[in-house]
């Protein structure tokens, strides 16, 4: 199955005044796969966005406050949360104390079931490169999670961390060599499924965010944080 990959090259300058390319990954830009506004109260919204990303899917799963019963209790005022994809820009709402967790993955098909990727990651077999992600704002502290699986999902790893708000855009990298292990030995040449959690990090929830691409890249920008995943 042919990956679709779309290639991008920026440029790096050596102190010796040397120039070379260096091919970075997009995973999603969040040009296609727009999906309108749609609040929910102490729901699940499970859908596919078909588009450019990474494999042609994304599956986005908003999570609010836990379904049920103790919803009732979690949410009382009846507050809502939404997820939107708009050009070019995914952006999460939440209302007052309402918590979100927003799970996004790649390597699903359209009835969200797996879908290898197959990509490799990693740059001419070096775990040199950095998942990198570019924020347009977030106002509360929001946890947020990369997970990788590889081999089929036989091997696992992971980046843990929590954002610091920032009402001017950031870029954070996330070095894969840094990521943890959590299963099986991490072969970055073989990546099958990407997972990216967001969930609210503040004590009364509330959290709204967007965020504006994903790449693999191994540049290094100016401005741009880097994670050590801890
Ligand atoms: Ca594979
Ligand atoms: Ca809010």
């Given amino acids: 199955m042919a990956i679709r990959l779309f290639l991008v090259f920026s440029f790096i300058f050596s102190g010796f005044g040397f120039q ?3 091919a970075a990954i997009a995973i999603d830009n969040f040009r296609t796969g727009l999906t309108p506004r749609t609040p929910i ?27 049920g019963a103790s919803c009732s209790v979690s949410n009382k005022y009846r507050q809502t949360a939404s997820m939107q994809v708009r050009p070019s820009a995914l952006i999460v709402n939440s209302d007052f104390k309402v918590f979100h ?21 990693t740059e001419g077999g070096l775990n040199n490169r950095r998942i990198r992600i570019a924020f347009e704002a977030m106002d509360l502290v929001e946890n947020f999670n990369i997970v990788l699986f590889m081999k089929d999902g036989s091997a696992r790893s992971q980046c843990s961390i929590n954002l610091n708000p920032s009402t ?8 894969l060599d840094s990521f943890g292990v959590a299963l099986g030995d991490a072969d970055y040449a ?29 540049a290094i920008t100016p401005g741009v944080l880097i994670s050590t995943c801890s």
């Avoid at 099958?192 to 693999?216: E, R």
């Fill in 20 to 22: 070379s390319a260096v």
């Fill in 41 to 67: 109260v102490c729901n699940v919204n499970d859908t596919v966005q078909p588009g450019s990303m990474v494999g042609g899917i994304r599956h986005t799963r908003l999570i609010v406050n836990e379904a």
């Fill in 101 to 121: 967790r927003l799970e996004v993955f790649y390597g699903h098909d359209e009835l969200k079931q797996n879908r290898p990727l197959n990509l490799d990651l």
């Fill in 168 to 175: 001017n855009p950031f870029t954070v990298d996330f070095p």
């Fill in 190 to 218: 073989d990546v099958d499924y990407i997972a990216l959690i967001f969930q609210s990090g503040s004590a009364m929830g509330s959290n709204d965010f967007a965020v504006k691409s994903v790449t693999a890249t191994s």
